[in-house]
């Protein structure tokens, strides 16, 4: 791979000699291992280690299909669906593999006994596949991680309702913590020309999820003077939410579990914040019974700080520990979009609350390439910031996942992959300068 990297870091190599370079038949890549996914059986998931499931190893080179492209990977990131991948649960990703390589024989090279992970990258296109005329061997790119085919009539309003829509790296193979990742040539997007690798790898999931989730039509259709509670305001995923939200003429209402946090909320100009551990609230009695006297008491708080306005739109992304409170809080009519529920897929909440306020929820899941496209254009212009907090080697991609795994991590953990250091691939030195210090907001937090 030494001579790809040369080219890359040159800066000025000519797309023809990016197109007549080797490719090894073999590459480095973080893996989960099919044989070994009993191997936490019996534990309680906290205390699963994905130091001792994530093996970076070198894995075969996948055939390149029509379509596809192959990409010299500079950077990429953690997200949950790694930890999962990792820890197994809530079920093993090769259920996954396996059904997608019964769909084709194409596809069938995606069902092996090891998993290459990762959703998120940076780098330069090496390959592409017949059919391919947007992308060209030598363009600097960063990924989303919506998966397609687009062969039923579903998917063509909207592409995550494609019925063969996939999470790339985590419900397919070739993922992206990887010096190589197979993609689709339509997850392929510009590569912000102000940032580093790393720090151009990071948004890719959480920002197109958090686009699609607030801002689109399919989510929360946010508009100006919305008020809108972010769970884990200043998170991987709550970050973007908040700086979407001051974008785009609403009130972020930022809830969060300490003072360091709280300010990283400020720093990004949200006003109204809530330290959820400071100021003591607990909506579950116990494991199985929630307080609605802290749902109110929640309430309340809200409305001191907007003025005795509720909210209009939840922000919805822990899940089980907190959605009661969620449909409580939002104002009649209001709407709360969630995701991932990182604690618990059992949601409950009282349903007078949301029947009888007519009330909405809506699920969100990734973004369309659309979406993608416009939530990757904003980090383009600037407007949106990346979250990045630190960086990895791909050697450590287990240690990375775990600070995730266990929430010792703020904003996004970025992971080098060819890169060989970080401050790598700045391309636009002026835009950079004039937002350097959001770009480093989340910084070593």
């Not at 069938?108 to 990762?118: N, S």
């Not at 510009?190 to 999931?205: F, Q």
């Not at 709280?262 to 607990?282: D, H, K, W």
């Not at 009649?332 to 059992?346: E, F, L, N, Q």
């Amino acid at each position: 791979m030494q001579h790809i990297l040369d080219a890359i870091l040159a800066g000025d190599t000519p797309a023809d000699d990016f197109a007549h370079l080797d490719i090894p038949d073999h590459y480095r890549a973080a893996t989960v291992h099919k044989d070994e996914v009993d191997m936490f059986e019996g534990m309680a998931a906290r205390e699963k280690d994905p130091r001792k499931s994530l093996h970076v190893e070198d894995v075969a080179l996948p055939e390149l299909g029509p379509g596809e492209a192959l990409v010299a990977v500079m950077a990429s990131a953690i997200n949950y669906n790694t930890v999962w991948t990792s820890i197994f649960e809530p079920v093993s990703t090769f259920g996954f593999l396996e059904r997608y390589g019964r769909l084709s024989p194409l596809t069938k090279r995606h069902d092996l006994p090891y998993h290459v992970v990762g959703s998120d990258l940076s780098g330069v296109v090496l390959r592409t596949g017949p059919g391919v005329t947007k992308w060209k061997p030598g363009t600097e790119v960063v990924a989303h991680c919506l998966s397609v085919e687009l062969e039923d009539p579903d998917g063509h309003d909207d592409t995550m309702l494609d019925p063969q829509q996939r999470i790339w790296g985590f419900e397919t193979n070739f993922g992206g913590l990887a010096h190589i990742a197979l993609v689709k040539a339509n997850q392929l997007m510009p590569k912000p020309a102000h940032l580093t690798w790393e720090e151009a790898a990071s948004p890719g999931l959480v920002n197109c999820t958090a686009y699609r989730q607030l801002v689109s039509k399919n989510g929360g259709d946010m508009k100006q003077g919305d008020n809108v509670l972010i769970w884990g305001a200043s998170g991987g995923l709550g970050g973007f939410a908040t700086q979407y939200a001051l974008n785009g003429g609403a009130t972020p209402v930022c809830v969060v579990s300490s003072e360091d946090k709280a300010e990283i909320c400020r720093s990004m100009g949200a006003e109204l914040v809530i330290n959820r551990n400071e100021e003591g609230y607990r909506f579950w009695k116990d494991p199985h019974t929630q307080d609605p006297k802290e749902w109110k008491r929640f309430g309340a708080r809200i409305r001191e700080l907007t003025g005795g306005e509720d909210i209009d739109i939840v922000f919805e992304h822990p899940g089980r520990e907190t959605f009661g409170a969620s449909v409580y809080v939002t104002r009649k009519g209001g709407t709360i979009t969630t995701c991932a529920s990182t604690s618990g897929y059992m949601h409950e909440y009282d349903n007078r609350y949301l029947w009888m306020n007519l009330k909405r929820i809506i699920s969100s899941h990734f973004a369309n390439y659309r979406e993608s496209w416009e939530a990757n254009r904003l980090i383009a212009k600037g407007k949106i910031h990346p979250t990045l907090s630190g960086t990895y080697p791909l050697d450590q991609v287990g240690q990375a996942a775990l600070d995730v795994h266990q929430n010792a991590h703020q904003g996004k953990v970025g992971v080098l992959c060819l890169a060989p250091e970080e401050g790598l691939g700045v391309r636009d030195e002026e835009m950079r300068s004039q937002h350097v210090d959001a770009i480093n907001r989340f910084r070593g937090v």
